[in-house]
């Protein structure tokens, strides 16, 4: 209200501070509320103060997030990753997480690349395809700098099939690899023989029967159906069984109408997506990367833009500081463990689903998932909570992506690193666990949360920033 | 009748909703149709009925929302955005997952229920930010908060030029806007007199005294101590100014201020001048009182003269020794040392092992880490208690403000020690600031005070007075 209004009008009071100036307010019957203050992390009382002199940072936060809500992804095609990939050449090897080598990386790392390896027949054995890798003959380079995300290890090799997915309303394009499936799996670090049967079949079969089956459809919407497979019960990270359903169907007529691809390898497609409820995984999270890319390079800015873990290292990456990446060792995903695997087998937190975080799903949406609640303490009421403690650290809710539980408020969207060193509410993540030893796979799932000190490290890198 | 057809992909809600949110722009004035659906073959031969234009809507599928609007005139079109957001998005609503997470900023703290103004007294080193947030989310600010920088100071005050808002403090330790009183105020009857103040006790004294002599106030604004600094400019002072001399309920305004730069102290004037409501003018210094202010506000009022209530001593005996003072309020001090200087010559303003001294414990030296001396009187109950055995020492000085935020019983934490101290032979002499709404209870304190062998009076420059009296005039 302005000076003018002071004057006359009701006082509503927030207070932040001393408890006996807030109870005199609750005494003369004003209306008020006290924050649950606590000071900022320590070590970034001057960044933030530095950025709130500067004040740019409201203003180049709305245009990050108005850039990455106005994205439209649509899945397109399927091609081969030495195809479409910028920046991939026949050794290169993209990964999970931010920057890391052979030396550091976690048992699901390695055992994935070793899988790669003898998948794209450069080894023929997994010591082999260690040696390769300790003498440095391929080249390791993030995901996230090549336009590209991968669940868990996040490996991708030039031959495999790669979703393209495509912004609607801008030119932006984004790619994942395709989802293997759940268990023994290369994503996870497994890397036997039927794990290789099933990377060629992918390439072979899968890939070019969804790409046809697109090709005849066209291009299917993503954001509409992650936005109905909310209100049917999906996360978007976690749980993806609504949307892949969504997907079938879209491409359903497309694949029973498609004569040029054999009957029996249509009929294994459909099973193979029928009997995957993470395929859309995959594609959600390369909708999220087009989305992320988006809201990239806005001077001052404090959006997040990554979340990805590679395994050793959590890595957070902001819109005003550009490709640089504020890492923090990645924690330990309290969880749900398959059969006897317990909490020693779990390797620390690792992949680039938490892109769907950064993009207002997953643990963002957790209150849109009553049937994975189990992950949060077991309850429904768990899990709105979660969400809407969410609310306070992020931009916006999202326009599409609806909570039917929260009356249909937008999920938290576009996380602000400012607003979660102030608060010290971490960003949570709903997340895979993968054996700690290459070569085992998948042991449960459970949460996590984002390390403070990378959003710490990102706050006082933004207010170094010279604009 | 106009047509207007919309077509968004990729937006997706379900069917129950949307005939929700048909019928809220059906019941809307000035509609006479109006369809939200999802573009599925049913829906698009629905609108094919209802004679909307196809073309608009050929292209849209089953995830693509279609609105389509039959209004009377453009004007009754641009009205249905907003019922239609409303219609599509959340409400109030209750979880059924108990109490919401509490906020832990002041801009979310303040969205949660609408808030218009926020009040700040966090530690000073963090107040910079929640201040210039709560500024830039639209809020008035009060910063209660001292240790604060100048440079933050003037930023946050440009700030809030920019955004027609107002910046009280930092180092505000009150106001009363409206009758409701923040941080430090007292519970003073309602009126015609609105107060502008670089100084919390200035106000708390001013406020008192004049609903001691049954005059009422309609807003005491604090603008923080510094704000009639060169670097400031009394940025928000004469802002403040400005807007109560607008205000039809003002009859007459105090503009109060310790010492200000002289520069500014003229501007002021000019400005005060300018004003078409009465102002008086009450910059502290040697023969300006705050009660002599309030004498002038009493006689603009045409009222009779006010006799303050006090409660004086029966005797004038002390034991020898000089005047220390232990007071909470910063204003207040410094109007006892202009009223007692004259008397008895130069007092020290910090604490000294002889000698007469006047000491603020309110002062940021003495609150880094603690809260103020006016809720926590650890620190000056230490000194005092520690009074009784110095010889050196034979008149006391102190005040007590009571009023919202102040300590609850201030009398029971300081009656034993004003019990030791008359007992070995200092007379003791408190100011006493309150009004009779108060909670701690006014009359309740000075009795308590003065049966401890306090000689207590409600205006500092009487109590200051009488005990420059004691030690220079023999009396």
């Not at chain 1, 923090?328 to 680039?352: E, K």
């Not at chain 1, 400012?418 to 054996?435: C, E, L, M, S």
């Not at chain 2, 002038?296 to 220390?324: C, K, Q």
């Not at chain 2, 130069?346 to 809260?371: C, F, I, K, M, N």
């Amino acid at each position: 209200m302005s000076l003018e209004r002071l004057i006359d009008d009701e006082l509503i009071v927030a207070t932040v501070g001393v408890e006996i100036l807030q109870q005199a307010l609750v005494d003369q019957a004003v209306t008020s509320v006290v924050a649950d203050w606590r000071p900022p992390t320590a070590g970034t009382e001057d960044a933030l103060a530095t950025l709130a002199e500067r004040g740019i940072t409201h203003a180049a936060n709305e245009l990050a997030i108005a850039r990455m809500l106005a994205v439209r992804p649509q899945l397109v095609d399927v091609a081969s990753a030495r195809d479409v990939i910028p920046g991939m050449t026949e050794t290169t090897f993209l990964h999970a997480g931010p920057p890391l080598t052979w030396e550091r990386a976690s048992g699901p790392i390695r055992g994935a690349l070793i899988g790669a390896l003898i998948y794209e027949g450069i080894a023929s054995a997994a010591d082999e395809a260690e040696e390769i890798c300790r003498r440095g003959d391929i080249t390791l380079s993030p995901c996230h700098h090549h336009q590209t995300v991968g669940p868990m290890a996040g490996i991708v090799s030039p031959s495999m099939p790669v979703a393209v997915v495509r912004d609607a309303g801008g030119d932006g394009v984004a790619y994942s690899t395709l989802n293997e499936g759940l268990g023994k799996v290369l994503r996870y670090g497994a890397f036997g023989p039927a794990v290789i049967d099933r990377l060629q079949w992918m390439e072979k079969v899968l890939g070019p029967v969804v790409a046809a089956t697109l090709h005849q459809v066209g291009a299917v919407d993503l954001q509409a159906l992650i936005s109905q497979a909310l209100q049917m019960g999906d996360d978007g990270h976690n749980r993806n069984r609504a949307a892949t359903s969504l997907l079938l169907r879209s491409l359903g007529t497309g694949l029973i109408e498609n004569n040029t691809v054999p009957v029996a390898d249509r009929k294994e497609v459909f099973q193979f997506i029928d009997g995957n409820d993470h395929f859309m995984l995959n594609l959600l999270m390369a909708a999220g990367k087009l989305a992320v890319d988006a809201a990239s390079d806005v001077p001052g800015s404090s959006l997040v833009t990554t979340m990805a873990r590679n395994g050793t290292d959590f890595g957070v990456r902001l819109s005003g500081t550009g490709d640089q990446w504020f890492t923090a060792p990645a924690p330990i995903v309290d969880g749900l463990f398959l059969g006897a695997f317990t909490a020693d087998d779990a390797n620390p937190d690792i992949g680039d689903s938490a892109i769907t975080e950064t993009v207002g799903l997953g643990g963002f949406a957790m209150a849109a998932s009553p049937a994975i609640v189990g992950f949060v303490g077991g309850t429904a009421t768990g899990a709105i909570r979660r969400t809407l403690e969410m609310y306070e650290i992020t931009l916006a809710e999202h326009p599409a992506y609806q909570i039917p539980q929260l009356e249909f408020r937008g999920t938290p969207v576009g996380i602000d690193a400012t607003k979660v060193v102030r608060t010290g509410v971490q960003p949570q993540i709903n997340t895979g666990i993968a054996h700690k030893d290459p070569g085992v796979g998948m042991v449960g799932a459970g949460l996590v949360e984002a390390p403070m000190d990378c959003f710490a490290k990102a706050v006082i890198a933004l207010a170094a920033t010279a604009t | 009748m106009i047509d207007r057809v919309t077509v968004q992909s990729g937006r997706y809600h379900d069917s129950v909703r949307l005939m929700q949110a048909s019928q809220a722009l059906r019941n809307t004035d000035g509609v006479s149709e109006a369809l939200v659906a999802m573009g599925t073959e049913l829906n698009l031969s629905l609108l094919t009925d209802l004679r909307f234009d196809e073309s608009e809507f050929s292209s849209a599928g089953p995830n693509d929302l279609i609105v389509a609007i039959r209004a009377v005139d453009e004007a009754a079109l641009g009205a249905l955005d907003q019922v239609l957001d409303d219609a599509l998005t959340a409400g109030k609503y209750d979880t059924g997952a108990g109490d919401l997470p509490p906020p832990h900023v002041i801009e979310t703290a303040a969205q949660s229920i609408g808030a218009n103004f926020a009040l700040i007294s966090i530690p000073g080193r963090f107040a910079f930010v929640e201040a210039m947030e709560a500024v830039r989310a639209g809020l008035h600010v009060m910063v209660f908060s001292d240790n604060v920088s100048l440079n933050h100071e003037v930023l946050l005050k440009e700030e809030a030029v920019k955004r027609d808002l107002l910046v009280m403090g930092p180092d505000c330790g009150t106001s009363i806007i409206g009758g409701i009183g923040l941080g430090f105020a007292n519970a003073v009857q309602p009126g015609t007199v609105s107060v502008v103040g670089a100084s919390g006790t200035g106000i708390q004294q001013i406020t008192c005294l004049l609903d001691d002599a049954g005059i009422g106030i309609r807003h005491a604004w604090g603008t923080g101590s510094r704000d009639l600094s060169e670097a400031v400019g009394a940025s928000s002072t004469l802002r403040a100014l400005a807007a109560l001399d607008a205000d039809p309920g003002t009859e007459i305004i105090v503009v109060v201020s310790k010492p200000p730069a002289p520069s500014v102290a003229a501007a002021m004037r000019e400005a005060a001048a300018r004003c078409s409501t009465p102002v008086v003018v009450a910059f502290m210094g040697p023969g300006s009182t705050l009660e002599g202010a309030t004498n002038e506000v009493i006689s603009r009022v045409g009222a009779p003269p006010n006799v303050y209530s006090a409660w004086p001593s029966r005797d004038s005996e002390h034991r020898p020794g000089s005047l220390r003072g232990f007071y909470s309020g910063g204003t207040l001090r410094d109007e006892a040392r202009f009223i007692i200087e004259p008397v008895i010559g130069p007092v020290s303003l910090t604490e000294t092992a002889d000698g007469h001294a006047l000491v603020d414990y309110g002062d940021d030296e003495y609150t880094e880490g603690r809260a103020h001396p006016m809720i926590d009187q650890t620190v000056r109950l230490e000194r005092l208690n520690a009074a009784v055995a110095d010889r050196s020492i034979g008149v006391i000085l102190l005040d007590v403000v009571l009023g919202y935020g102040a300590n609850p019983d201030p009398a029971m934490e300081l009656a034993p020690v004003i019990r030791s101290l008359a007992g070995a032979g200092v007379a003791v002499i408190s100011s006493l600031c309150g009004s009779s709404g108060d909670p701690q209870g006014f009359e309740y304190q000075a009795n308590q005070l003065h049966k401890a062998g306090a000689a207590v009076y409600l205006s500092n420059a009487a109590a200051a007075t009488r005990a420059g009296n004691l030690i220079g005039g023999g009396l």
